[in-house]
T-cell receptor, first 113, second 118 residues
Framework: KNQVEQSPQSLIILEGKNCTLQCNYTVSPFSNLRWYKQDTGRGPVSLTIMTFSENTKSNGRYTATLDADTKQSSLHITASQLSDSASYICVVIASGGSYIPTFGRGTSLIVHP | DTAVSQTPKYLVTQMGNDKSIKCEQNLGHDTMYWYKQDSKKFLKIMFSYNNKELIINETVPNRFSPKSPDKAHLNLHINSLELGDSAVYFC?????????????????FGNGTRLTVT
C-alpha cells in the first residue's frame, strides 16, 4: 500500500530560526515528489517538485532534498518568518496509469515572534 | 483574479439533504479535480476530469456525482448526505491528465468548502 509519513506532526520555532521537516514514503513505482504549503483555511500551494534524478531543489528560503534509494525527503526552511506558519504537505506521485498522488498528513509549523 | 474559486466556502446541512459545490478555474487548464480532506488532514483524490471527460473515480460512493459543463467548471453534487461526508472539499486544476499534476504544472487548489452534516 502506498503511504507517505511525515514528521514531526507539529513544530514550534522562533522567528529567524531554521527547521527541517521529514517525509518517508513507500510509493512505488516512483514518479515525483512535491512539497506543498497549506495556510489555515486555504488550499495547498506547490513549493517544489523533485524527480528521481534530483537530489536538491530550492525555492527561496525553502530547500527540498530527495534520497530515492532510502525513499526519504526533507524540506529545510531557512531564517523562518511568521508567514511560514502553515501545514507542509509531502505528496508522492506514483508513475503509470493516471499518476495518482499520495498525500502525507502534513507537518504543522508555528513560527513565534 | 482568483485562479481556482469554489463556492460556497462553508456549507452546513442536515443528513439526507442534497447539496452542490461549484468550482471554476481561469487558468486555462484542461484537467480539474475534486479532493477530500478528512478530519485527520489527509487529502485524497475523488475525481478528475480531463477535457470534460471523467478519467479518475477513486471508489467514491455514487451519491457523489461530478459534472463538468466545460473545461473551466467542475461541480460536485452530493445526494442523501451522511454524517461521514463532513470534511473539507477542495477543487483543483492542472494542465495535463496526470492526477498529481506534472513537472511543469502542479495542482492549483481552491480554498476549500467546509461541509458539515448534522
Amino acid at each position: 500500500k502506498n503511504q507517505v509519513e511525515q514528521s514531526p506532526q507539529s513544530l514550534i520555532i522562533l522567528e529567524g530560526k531554521n527547521c527541517t521537516l521529514q517525509c518517508n514514503y513507500t510509493v512505488s513505482p516512483f514518479s515525483n515528489l512535491r512539497w506543498y504549503k497549506q495556510d489555515t483555511g486555504r488550499g495547498p500551494v506547490s513549493l517544489t517538485i523533485m524527480t528521481f534524478s534530483e537530489n536538491t531543489k530550492s525555492n527561496g528560503r525553502y530547500t527540498a532534498t530527495l534520497d530515492a534509494d532510502t525513499k526519504q525527503s526533507s524540506l529545510h526552511i531557512t531564517a523562518s518568518q511568521l508567514s511560514d506558519s502553515a501545514s507542509y504537505i509531502c505528496v508522492v506521485i506514483a508513475s503509470g496509469g493516471s499518476y495518482i498522488p499520495t498525500f502525507g498528513r502534513g507537518t504543522s509549523l508555528i513560527v513565534h515572534p | 483574479d482568483t485562479a481556482v474559486s469554489q463556492t460556497p466556502k462553508y456549507l452546513v446541512t442536515q443528513m439526507g439533504n442534497d447539496k452542490s459545490i461549484k468550482c471554476e478555474q481561469n487558468l486555462g487548464h484542461d484537467t480539474m479535480y475534486w479532493y477530500k480532506q478528512d478530519s485527520k488532514k489527509f487529502l485524497k483524490i475523488m475525481f478528475s476530469y480531463n477535457n470534460k471527460e471523467l478519467i479518475i473515480n477513486e471508489t467514491v460512493p455514487n451519491r457523489f456525482s461530478p459534472k463538468s459543463p466545460d473545461k473551466a467548471h467542475l461541480n460536485l453534487h452530493i445526494n442523501s448526505l451522511e454524517l461521514g461526508d463532513s470534511a473539507v472539499y477542495f477543487c483543483a486544476s492542472s494542465q495535463g491528465p496526470r492526477a498529481g499534476g506534472n513537472r511543469n504544472s502542479p495542482l492549483h487548489f481552491g480554498n476549500g468548502t467546509r461541509l458539515t452534516v448534522t
